[in-house]
């Protein structure tokens, strides 16, 4: 099972060979059925693996699980012409194990973040962020994403994320002196 492989890209992490600064092209060379197109703006390669396995002609078996666990999908957003930042979606039941295995393969994460969530409607439960990575690239695993069912393994670049930002500023700027 491939769960990171070394170097090519900023400082060699990768998920699955996809890292940081990776251009679509590279992106659809590797991964030739991802869906693309633009989302709020920004250009998005995804994968579905429940689409591929109704659909065995569009199935990219090698992004149906990761640290041997089910993927509910694979996302990759680009910043200009590269990428910026790939998420996984996972069942949030399968935090700890998924934990083990990048501890396994990366040692002990660099932080490790705790903290109280309440919902709008009242509702707390515990969130869980493990952070890897030294350069400009970086593992986050959260133990939920934007539902408490899911859990999110995400690779992104600092660089690009404010670059992102700055041109996200832009845009609204932007929008301002059209009112």
């Given at each position: 099972?491939?769960?990171?492989?070394?170097?090519?890209?900023?400082?060699?992490?990768?998920?699955?060979?996809?890292?940081p600064?990776?251009?679509?092209?590279?992106?659809?060379?590797?991964?030739?059925?991802?869906?693309?197109?633009?989302?709020?703006?920004?250009?998005n390669?995804?994968?579905?693996?429940?689409?591929?396995?109704?659909?065995?002609?569009?199935?990219?078996?090698?992004?149906?699980?990761?640290?041997?666990?089910?993927?509910?999908?694979?996302?990759?957003?680009?910043?200009?012409?590269?990428?910026?930042?790939?998420?996984?979606?996972?069942?949030?039941?399968?935090?700890?194990?998924?934990?083990?295995?990048?501890?396994?393969?990366?040692g002990a994460?660099?932080?490790?973040?705790?903290?109280?969530?309440?919902?709008?409607?009242?509702?707390?439960?515990?969130?869980?962020?493990?952070?890897?990575?030294?350069?400009?690239?970086?593992?986050?695993?959260?133990?939920?994403?934007?539902?408490?069912?899911?859990?999110?393994?995400?690779?992104?670049?600092?660089?690009?994320?404010?670059?992102?930002?700055?041109?996200?500023?832009?845009?609204?700027?932007?929008?301002?002196a059209?009112?």
């Amino acid at each position: 099972m491939l769960l990171l492989a070394a170097p090519a890209y900023a400082d060699g992490l990768e998920l699955k060979g996809l890292a940081p600064g990776m251009t679509k092209g590279e992106v659809l060379k590797k991964y030739p059925k991802l869906t693309c197109g633009r989302f709020e703006g920004m250009e998005n390669c995804a994968y579905f693996p429940e689409f591929g396995r109704e659909s065995p002609a569009s199935r990219v078996k090698e992004l149906d699980t990761l640290a041997g666990v089910p993927v509910n999908s694979w996302s990759v957003s680009f910043v200009g012409t590269a990428a910026g930042h790939i998420g996984v979606r996972l069942g949030a039941r399968h935090f700890d194990h998924v934990m083990q295995a990048f501890r396994e393969r990366l040692g002990a994460p660099r932080e490790v973040k705790n903290s109280t969530v309440t919902t709008n409607m009242g509702v707390k439960y515990e969130q869980a962020e493990a952070l890897w990575g030294s350069g400009d690239s970086v593992i986050s695993i959260r133990r939920y994403g934007s539902t408490i069912d899911e859990m999110v393994v995400t690779l992104s670049s600092q660089k690009l994320a404010l670059e992102f930002g700055r041109k996200q500023r832009l845009k609204a700027k932007e929008g301002a002196a059209d009112m």
